[in-house]
């Protein structure tokens, strides 16, 4: 079997590059991969299935008369298991068939969108009933199924996926254990203050934050009854939600002939590997990004569907460099909390905060070279779009940046470019 365009992974990036290519060439065959059950999901709404918000089927966002329409070809359930850059050639197991048998598929273009899947969590006692990461909708559902039993929760992780844990068991007023291995929520990124006003939101929330600790062995028999971490503490729960990172399966392309770097799959500004006709999207790439003039992997779902679109675009022959502020924002135990650019402090980062505490307002700012790079914010989300287009533009904010520091200082009124 051969296609013109084949795509591994049916997440955003993948089904946005295909529906943008069928724009574009209306006649080249375009197949899709994807080891999932499902069609194409919102990840990005699980919390809310959890949370009751929203029921499971309006968590989905393509049927497949949308596929047979727009004759895009989706496989199910078909876990690719080798890629020959040479001969440009999938293999896949098909797992719907019996025996999981084996086939191949050739194609003229490739792209890998293939995202990540959560990394195993290497405590002692893992395999025990009641521990959950979130990452698909079956660990959803499983969720779900489980969380009428919860008594108490323990929360493991300093992550985005660790706030949802937190406020899906809050809403349920399970009492929560939450324990963090950094020095304290978001500690590469927020100072002591930006960490107090993020704590004290925590232990409104009946949440008791146990930082510099860490899970040693998961307690119980078959089912979890708590945690003993390094200090060693015991604590108490039922429910464990584990927000760790994702493992990208790098080993396997690196294997294959893909250059890869620490976090995903090396691409030029058109999201092409070095493999001519070959591209990556989404979370697994590791695209030159031509704001921050360097390879980085961006993990958010806007990014995810803007690369697709692009990925999209150069397989089929508009040339057109990929181009993105990144922002990841979530609205949660009643903070909206916005992380804008880049946000990592380090060597050369000259970092600004101001904040109004009894307001719960919080902002701090990175800056390179007199530059906006990146910023953190509690409930300042109206300086989002200002600050983006700051950083897009790489504007220079020497002259205005003793302001920072003052909570009133309105960035709307500022003239810079
Ligand atoms: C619970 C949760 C909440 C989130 N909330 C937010 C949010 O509020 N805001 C935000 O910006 N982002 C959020 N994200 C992140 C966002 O969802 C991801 O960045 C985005 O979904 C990445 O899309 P992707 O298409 O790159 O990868 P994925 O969605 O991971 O899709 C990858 C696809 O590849 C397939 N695949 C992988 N390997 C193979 C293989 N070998 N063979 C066949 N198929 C394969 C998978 O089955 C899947 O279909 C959240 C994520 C989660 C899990």
């Known amino acids: 079997m051969e296609y013109k365009y084949v795509i591994i992974g049916g997440g955003i990036a993948g089904i946005t590059a295909a529906e ?22 919102s990840r990005v709404l699980l919390p809310s299935f959890l949370k009751g918000v929203i ?8 049927t497949f008369g949308d596929f047979e329409k727009s004759q895009i070809t989706i496989f ?16 896949f197991q098909d797992n719907e068939s019996l025996f999981h048998k084996k086939n191949t598929v050739f194609y003229e273009k490739l792209l890998i969108a293939s995202g990540g899947e959560v990394e195993e969590w290497p405590v002692a006692g893992n395999d025990k009933k009641g521990i959950f990461c979130l ?32 406020e899906i068991f809050s809403l349920r007023r ?6 963090c291995k950094s020095a304290g929520f978001f500690s590469n990124s927020f100072d002591s203050i930006g960490g107090e ?12 934050p146990r930082y510099k600790e860490e899970v040693r062995e998961v307690l119980g028999g078959n089912w979890v009854s708590g945690t003993r971490t390094n200090r060693p503490a015991e604590y108490q729960g039922n429910i464990i939600g584990v927000g760790i990172g994702l493992n990208k399966n790098l080993d396997f392309f690196k294997e294959r002939g893909f250059l890869t770097g620490e976090e995903g799959i090396r691409t030029n500004e058109y999201l092409e590997t070095e493999n001519k006709g070959v591209f990556a999207a989404g979370d697994i790439a590791e695209f030159y990004d031509v704001i921050f003039e360097k390879h980085r992997a961006v993990g958010n779902w806007t990014n995810a ?33 916005t992380a804008l650019g880049e946000i990592e402090a380090g060597e050369g980062v000259e970092t600004i905060s101001r904040a109004n505490p009894p307001f719960h307002k919080y902002e701090r700012f990175f800056i390179k070279d007199g530059v906006m790079k990146g910023a953190f914010m509690i409930n300042m989300f109206f300086d989002k779009p200002i600050i983006s287009r700051w950083i897009e533009n790489k504007v220079s904010v020497e002259k205005i940046k003793g302001n920072f520091a003052d909570i009133s200082f ?3 009124e500022v003239v810079v470019e």
Request: proline share 2%; hydrophobic share 45%; charged share 25%.
């Open 197 to 208: 006003i993020m704590d004290s939101n925590f232990r409104r929330h009946g949440i008791e």
């Open 135 to 166: 990452q698909t909708i079956g660990d959803a559902e499983a969720i779900a199924k489980y969380l009428p039993q919860a008594k108490k929760a323990i929360v493991a992780g300093g992550s985005f996926i660790a706030l949802e844990f937190l």
């Open 20 to 41: 943008t290519i069928r724009e574009l060439d209306s006649s080249g065959t375009i197949a899709v991969f994807t080891k999932e059950a499902h069609l194409l999901y």
């Open 55 to 62: 029921r499971k089927d309006q968590l989905f966002l393509r």
């Open 174 to 179: 399970i009492p929560i254990s939450l324990i």
């Open 305 to 337: 569907f803007l690369q697709g679109e692009i990925a999209g675009f150069n397989m089929a022959g508009r040339k057109t460099v990929f181009r993105n502020v990144p922002s990841y924002s979530i609205t949660n135990l009643g903070f909206q909390i």
């Open 410 to 412: 309105n960035l709307a």
């Open 76 to 91: 199910l359930k078909r876990n690719v298991i080798d890629i020959d850059i040479k001969q440009k050639k999938i293999t």
